[in-house]
C-alpha cells in the first residue's frame, strides 16, 4: 500500500526484493553540471568562430562527458557562432534581453531574436548589467519571464558585494535578490541560478569551498516557493573560476556548474574548467 509520502513519486521495481517501491529521491533530484562561458564584451569575429570551433569540436570528439557546455558571445557573433557549432553539443546563450517582444526599444535585443540565433540560454541580472545599467530586481523577473515565454533558459544571477558580505548581509541580499529576480512559472527547466558573489568577478579572488557551501545551500533553500522543483534547479558558481581552483569548487555540494568569464575566452582553460567535473 503507498504512503501519502510516496504518492506521486515514480515507482520501480526492486531487484532485490522484487518489490514496486518509490524512486531513490538522490537519484530523481540529479543535476547535470553547466559550464557556461560569458565572453562578455570581449572578441571580434573570427576569435569567436576560432574559439567556439575549437570547443565545439573537443566536445564532440569527447563523446560521453559529465557536463553541458554553453558559450554567451556578444549580440554580434551570435548568428555566426551558432552558424559554426550547429549541430555539436555546445550550445549558445546571450547576455542579456529585453521583456518585450518587438518594438521602439532602440538597442535592445527580444528573446524571440535570440532564439533565432539558435539560442537555447540567455545570462539575466548580471552584476555588470545591474551596476552598468540600474537593473533592477524587476527587470530581471520581467526579462526572464519573457525569456521563458519565447523557450529560453534563463540563468538569473545574485550574488552580493564585498562591504555588504562584510557587513553579514550576504544570505539577505541573495533572498531579496532571488525573491525579486525569479518570475512565476519558474521550474528547473527554464532557470538556471549563477551565484557570484561581486567582489569575486574579474578580480582572481574566489570565494572559500565553505563559503560556496554554505551559500548555495541557503539559495537552494531560498528557492522552496520560488520554483517548482526547487531541488531539480541547477544553481552555478561564479567568480574568478580558474582551471587551477576549478575541481574543488565544482566538488562542493549544491554547486551544479560554474559561470565563467575571463577563462572562458581560452579553449584550453575553459575545457580544463569542464573536464573537472565528475
Ligand atoms: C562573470 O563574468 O560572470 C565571471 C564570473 O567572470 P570571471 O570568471 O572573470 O570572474
Given amino acids: 500500500m ?3 509520502l510516496d504518492r506521486g513519486r515514480t515507482l520501480k521495481t526492486n531487484t532485490r526484493t522484487n518489490k514496486r517501491e518509490p524512486e531513490d529521491d538522490n537519484a530523481m533530484a540529479a543535476r547535470r553540471k553547466l559550464i557556461a562561458g560569458n565572453w562578455k564584451m570581449n572578441g571580434l569575429k573570427a576569435d569567436g568562430l576560432d574559439l567556439a570551433s575549437d570547443l565545439a569540436g573537443r566536445l564532440t570528439g569527447a563523446g560521453t562527458v559529465a557536463f553541458d557546455m554553453l558559450v554567451c558571445p556578444p549580440f554580434p557573433l551570435l548568428f555566426p557562432v551558432g552558424d559554426a557549432i550547429s549541430g555539436s553539443p555546445l550550445a549558445l546563450g546571450a547576455q542579456d534581453c529585453h521583456a518585450k517582444t518587438s518594438g521602439a526599444h532602440t538597442g535592445d535585443v527580444s528573446p524571440a531574436m535570440l532564439t533565432d540565433a539558435g539560442c537555447r540560454y540567455v545570462i539575466l541580472g548580471h552584476s555588470e548589467r545591474r551596476a552598468d545599467h540600474a537593473e533592477s530586481d524587476a527587470q530581471v523577473a520581467h526579462k526572464a519571464a ?3 515565454k519565447a523557450g529560453l533558459i534563463a540563468i538569473i544571477c545574485v550574488g552580493e558585494t564585498e562591504a555588504q558580505r562584510d557587513a553579514g548581509q550576504a544570505n539577505s541580499v ?3 535578490q532571488l525573491k525579486g529576480s525569479i518570475p512565476e512559472g519558474a521550474t ?3 532557470t538556471v ?3 557570484e558573489p561581486v567582489w569575486a568577478i574579474g578580480t582572481g ?3 572559500t569551498p565553505d563559503d560556496v557551501k554554505a551559500m548555495h545551500a541557503h539559495i537552494r533553500a531560498e528557492l522552496a516557493g520560488k520554483t517548482a522543483d ?3 534547479v541547477r544553481v552555478l558558481y561564479g567568480g574568478s573560476v580558474k582551471p587551477g581552483n576549478a575541481a574543488e569548487l565544482m566538488a562542493v555540494e549544491n554547486v551544479d556548474g560554474a559561470l565563467v568569464g575571463g577563462a572562458a575566452l581560452k579553449a584550453d582553460d575553459f575545457w580544463a574548467i569542464a573536464t573537472s567535473c565528475r
Fill in 2 to 4: 503507498r504512503s501519502l
Fill in 146 to 148: 519573457a525569456a521563458h
Fill in 188 to 190: 528547473a527547466a527554464n
Fill in 230 to 232: 526547487p531541488d531539480a
Fill in 193 to 195: 541560478i549563477a551565484y
Fill in 174 to 176: 541573495v533572498a531579496s
Fill in 205 to 207: 579572488k574566489t570565494a
